[in-house]
């Protein structure tokens, strides 16, 4: 995966922004669709989840001002903040479209590099 292949700013907002695959279809289900409050059942049903793991997706999408909840129970809706943001994420939509077998590896290559450092933390050395 080249800079001429993925906008560096895309790359750059996935690695700041998205944990997972799904975080990202999640993500990209709620901005294509934005005119649509989403229960986490129905995003699960679209992209393939558990209902356990749509909410916990959208609860972190919240946080990170990806999204805003709505009404009890809460329903999601895609949300962005400025036109900048949204920019972006729609070039991250057209980006994924493209290249999705090259994003979908650069974010497990994100979680391997987190496991290994952790691992690393336990690593023991050898005193002889």
Do not use: N
């Not at 999640?26 to 393939?48: N, S």
């Not at 999408?61 to 900048?84: M, Q």
């Not at 933390?121 to 002889?128: E, G, I, M, T």
Request: hydrophobic share 45%.
């Amino acid at each position: 995966m080249t800079a001429p292949d993925i906008p560096q700013q895309v790359l750059q907002f996935i690695a700041e922004q998205i944990d997972t695959v799904p975080q990202l279809e999640c993500l990209l289900l709620l901005q294509q669709y934005d005119h649509h409050a989403w229960g986490p059942d129905e995003v699960a049903a679209r992209i393939y989840i558990s209902r356990e793991t749509a909410q916990g997706i959208l609860d972190v999408l919240v946080r990170r001002r990806l999204a805003a909840a709505e009404g009890t129970p809460p329903r999601y809706r895609f949300s962005a903040g400025d036109a900048a943001k949204r920019e972006l994420i729609a070039e991250v939509a057209a980006t994924y479209q493209r290249h999705l077998v090259p994003i979908a590896t650069f974010i497990h290559s994100k979680a391997s590099a987190s496991v290994r450092e952790f691992a690393r933390a336990f690593d023991l050395k050898k005193d002889r």
